[in-house]
């Protein structure tokens, strides 16, 4: 007979494991909980080697809201998720980000800022000159406007809060499985259950997808289609012996970012459409660098025109190819498999506002303290997606 879960939750990352711990921590569930994992180092998963930031800035309600409710989370994460009286450290760095745009953008900023603005969010925009005088270091002749985030913004330490999460679902009766899923029991439109890579078969009463970029391969094993494919991206760090004080996350015209990291700086970009496959290798490539990325921050900070790469990784998105933005919640037709899926490069900033809506849709069949029904998997079939103006 097979062991029988209320909830098994596929992939342990941070996605998964928060929706694990907000489930265990929610008074209204008692049912049990499972979390498969293939890879329990995490040596390779998004969320270890993600950059790891979290900003206010997008264009649309529902991404303003899971941010704002995750930055007042991280500043809070040490109480939060104590075990034993042991409070985990993500060193959250408040510092903001700051997007720049030229005449041609200049609208597109307006137009997100007056969202962001609306939905609380604590950003101001800078004119080119009001920019020059707060941050000296930076050219801004080409420049016609800045957004910077006032608060809520920054970047904090993804492995510890991955590892956060998980050591707090395991102190709340949470079990982890090191196997992976190869296969899913589909009947009467349900999931009953999954076969594992051991050899076990786990009967269950809700599946979750949060698989990270491997998830289209989870749903197709119920024969459902899912627009999530692995993505790779590059993240280079550089020494640079002149300061610049008071960096915040700059993200160019062009979309290069750069960013202080324990006294060095890391940085990217994404590729163009035309030169991003699917890929789920870690071989690097310093063509993005030394074509795109450097010369734009040589251009925009000065100080960056003599710096040295010391490091270099590579990393995956989960990405949504229909429009770049998390699917949650059940299938339409299959009722108890969910998805925390397509995150796009945002899951660390969004997975505790994932986790928390999670265990609401699972404790009470709806989300109670933030709306993610925007980000439905219903969209998929409609051919209806959510523009977001501001993915970096």
Not at 7 to 25: P, R
Not at 164 to 184: H, N, Q, S, W
Not at 234 to 241: A, G, I, P, Q
Not at 341 to 351: I, K
């Amino acid at each position: 007979m097979a062991t029988t879960y209320d909830v098994v939750i596929v992939g342990g990352a941070a996605i998964g494991s928060a929706i694990a711990c907000f489930l265990a921590k929610e008074p209204a569930f008692s049912g049990s909980v499972l979390v498969v994992e293939k890879d329990p180092s995490y040596r390779s998963c998004a969320s270890a080697l993600s950059v790891s930031s979290i900003r206010q800035q997008f264009s649309t309600p529902v991404n303003i809201e899971i941010s704002r409710f995750g930055a007042r989370f991280l500043k809070d994460a040490g109480a939060r998720l104590a075990v034993d009286g042991e409070a985990p450290d993500i060193a959250f760095v408040e510092r903001g980000y700051l997007f720049m745009a030229d005449a041609a953008g200049r609208a597109a900023l307006e137009a997100n800022h007056a969202v962001q603005r609306a939905y609380g969010a604590q950003v101001a925009l800078l004119e080119a000159v009001e920019l020059a005088a707060r941050f000296p270091w930076m050219r801004t002749d080409d420049l016609a406007l800045g957004s910077l985030g006032l608060a809520d913004e920054g970047w904090f330490d993804a492995y510890a809060l991955l590892q956060a999460f998980r050591r707090k679902a395991l102190a709340l009766g949470v079990r982890y499985l090191a196997d992976e899923v190869t296969g899913l029991a589909l009947r009467g439109g349900r999931i009953d259950g999954v076969r594992l890579a051991g050899g076990e078969e786990i009967a269950c009463g809700v599946l979750v997808n949060a698989a990270g970029y491997h998830a289209a391969r989870v749903a197709a094993m119920a024969g459902l289609e899912l627009p999530v494919r692995p993505r790779k991206r590059f993240v280079y760090v550089f020494d640079c012996r002149t300061p610049v004080p008071d960096c915040p996350l700059l993200i160019d015209v062009n979309g290069v970012y750069v960013r202080p990291e324990s006294g060095h700086f890391i940085c990217g970009v994404s590729p163009p459409a035309e030169a991003d496959p699917d890929c789920d290798d870690f071989e690097l490539d310093y063509r993005l660098y030394d074509e795109v990325v450097w010369p734009t921050l040589a251009r925009r900070v000065p100080a960056f025109e003599a710096i040295k790469l010391i490091n270099a990784w590579a990393c995956h998105y989960d990405y949504n190819t229909l429009d770049q933005n998390a699917l949650l919640g059940p299938h339409p037709e299959v009722g108890n498999f969910l998805f925390a899926n397509g995150f796009s490069g945002h899951g660390m900033q969004q997975s505790p506002a994932v986790g928390r809506g999670f265990s609401e849709l699972i404790a009470f069949g709806e989300y109670r303290s933030l709306d993610l029904s925007p980000l439905a998997y219903g969209r998929i079939a409609a051919g209806a997606p959510l523009h977001e103006a501001s993915v970096v």
